[in-house]
Every structure is written in C-alpha cells, then in structure tokens.
C-alpha cells in the first residue's frame, strides 16, 4: 500500500518581535498576565514591506531549492484568509514566484483549522489521482496587522503573530506517514468572530474605517463563551481520540501533540484531559497564534528540537472559528 507522508518542513519569520512587555504597553494588561495567562513571551510582526504570500513564499524557498521545482505537482494555500488583497488568489502568486511551472495551484481555507485539514486533502488527492507524486503546503499568516489592541472584545486575540511555514508531502515518503483525521464543526458559531466591515454585507466606507470595523471582533464575547466553553475542549479530545482509533491506534499511543497556540489555561486543559505531560507537546509561546500554521510550524520546531523519533506518533490538531475542530495522525519513521 502507499505511503504518503510529510518529506519536508520549513518555516520563516519576520524580524520584527513584540515582545510581553510592548504588548503590555499596548494594550494596559500586566505583563505578567500576558506571560502567564495568554501564554505569550513574544510574538514576530512583519512590517508594512512583507504579506502572507511573501512569507509563504519564504517559508516554501528551502523545499524547492532541496527537491527542485520540477518535482513539484501540486500548491495548496492554507494559510490566513488576510492576505495581501481581498478576493485574490495568492496561490498562483506562490507558484510564479517559486518557479513551479509544472505545478497547478489552488487555496483552501477554514481560518485557524487549516493545516489538520489541509494534510488530510494533500493525502486523499495523491492516494486518488495517480499522476500527483508532491504537493506543497504553503501558509503565511499577517493577522497581527487586523488586531485592534484597543478593543476587549477581541482580547483573546492579541496573540496573533506572522510567519510562514511549508510543508511538501509526497507519495512513498521515507520519513513520515499521513494517517486518519478527524473534524469536527459546529456552525452555531458562524457569527460570533469575523471582521465587520469589507465584505458584501457592510461594504468598505468613510464609516466603516472611522469606525474601526475593519479589524477583527467579537461580537457578544460572554455569549461565545458561555456556548463554546462546554464543548471546545470536548471537541479538541474527541477529534484527536477519533483520528488515532481511524488510525488503529490510541492516546496511549501518542508521542506528540501539535495544537495550535490558546491561553495556557486551556493548553493545559487539554493536556489534562489526554492524559499528556507538557513535554509530549509543543507550546508555541514565544511565536503566539498564526492563524492555520501553528501546528506544522510545532512540527517543524519538534524535528528542529530533536523531540521525533522512530515510530513516534504525533497529532497535528487546531480550531478555527465558525467553529471547526481538526486533527491528522502523523507517523515519524525519521529524517532523510
């Protein structure tokens, strides 16, 4: 049977840092509660030279020169729906720029769930169409740029960092295995976080911009909570339990988690509820949230940290609003 797997892994960050204590200045919270409870030392900004699909495109340049633009099939963007403009494919930028000519190119997007998702629609295409041998994941994230520091209601969003990060999976890969995924979504939760202003409902206007409705929010913060705490962490351990039975396997199994960036409380939350020592996961609290890259950006960090061996199993796992709870099954045979 054919293995598909995760051949190779990249990731680029901006120079630019914020650090706990700029983001205490910004925003009036203690610094210490920005370390302790958002989980956050710093975070990289991208300054007004570089967008998602640069970082992307950065991010992607270490595979391409390793393996060659002519073994490439396939692009697929997952990253930040916040790119460099509004109904516009940054995909097809990628490619160019990379010199994928052989390459078609295309974009899914799901917000902060895109990677889990991602790995699972890279697996089923090659396994279904013969002729696709590599597809590269690219995903960049500027999402810091569409934070109001100013606005509590986005507060759990403060956060949002940049980067980019790549991953090519390949047909018969000899260092690791895409397994079973498991999702989840719930669409009661639709309306709770979006930008407001700059789509077909609330077109962009003198208004919208001195009204500062061109960032993101949330619109009744209590009301999300009160619905979204009873099931979040439910939904995180039910994905991850479900695509490891997919994958003949258990939590018992579980080598390590890749989640996306929350506060520690729920970090540990979820840790707790798995059973699972903070060591057999990655945090990512000096980077925060990049939108759908945190996990394969925690994948590359682990590889980077010596932290994968042979045999070992590692979920990738995230939540992006809407709501969508992802996980895929990764088996680590070992580096090339």
Excluded at 53 to 80: C, L, N
Excluded at 110 to 135: E, R, Y
């Amino acid at each position: 049977m054919t293995k598909i797997g995760i051949e190779a892994t990249s990731t680029f960050f901006p120079a630019g840092i914020e650090s706990a204590s700029l983001l205490a200045n910004k925003t009036g919270i203690p610094e210490n509660i920005i370390t302790d409870k958002f989980g956050l030392y710093e975070k990289h900004v991208a300054d007004e030279t570089m967008h998602a699909s640069d970082m992307a495109i950065e991010a992607a340049r270490p595979i391409v020169d390793q393996y060659g633009p002519d073994t490439i099939d396939v692009v697929i963007y997952f990253g930040s729906p916040h790119k460099d403009y509004y109904v516009w494919t940054c995909a097809s930028k990628i490619q160019h720029e990379l010199g994928l000519k052989k390459a078609y190119a295309f974009e899914i997007m799901n917000v902060s769930s895109g990677f889990p998702v991602a790995l699972k629609v890279a697996k089923d295409m090659i396994k279904a169409d013969h002729t696709i041998q590599s597809i590269l994941l690219v995903g960049g994230c500027k999402e810091s740029q569409i934070v109001d520091y100013t606005n509590p209601r986005s507060r759990f969003m403060f956060n949002f960092g940049d980067g980019g990060c790549a991953a090519l999976i390949k047909r018969d890969s000899l260092v690791s295995e895409i397994l079973e995924s498991a999702i989840i979504t719930d669409g009661s939760f639709h309306q709770d976080v979006r930008i407001p202003a700059g789509g077909s409902k609330n077109f962009a206007s003198h208004e919208t911009v001195e009204q500062r409705k061109h960032y993101i929010d949330v619109h009744n913060p209590a009301d999300m909570k009160e619905r979204l705490d009873p099931v979040s962490i439910p939904n995180f351990e039910k994905v991850i339990r479900k695509s490891l039975q997919k994958s003949g396997l258990s939590s018992e199994n579980l080598s390590l988690l890749l989640p996306l960036h929350t506060k520690r409380s729920m970090f540990n939350q979820l840790l707790s509820s798995l059973d699972l020592p903070e060591e057999k996961a990655i945090y990512l609290d000096h980077h925060g949230h990049m939108s759908s890259l945190d996990p394969c950006v925690g994948l590359h960090l682990a590889q980077e940290q010596g932290r994968l061996s042979h045999g070992d199993i590692a979920v990738a796992v995230s939540a992006g609003t809407g709501y969508t709870w992802a996980a895929t099954v990764i088996k680590w045979m070992g580096t090339k």
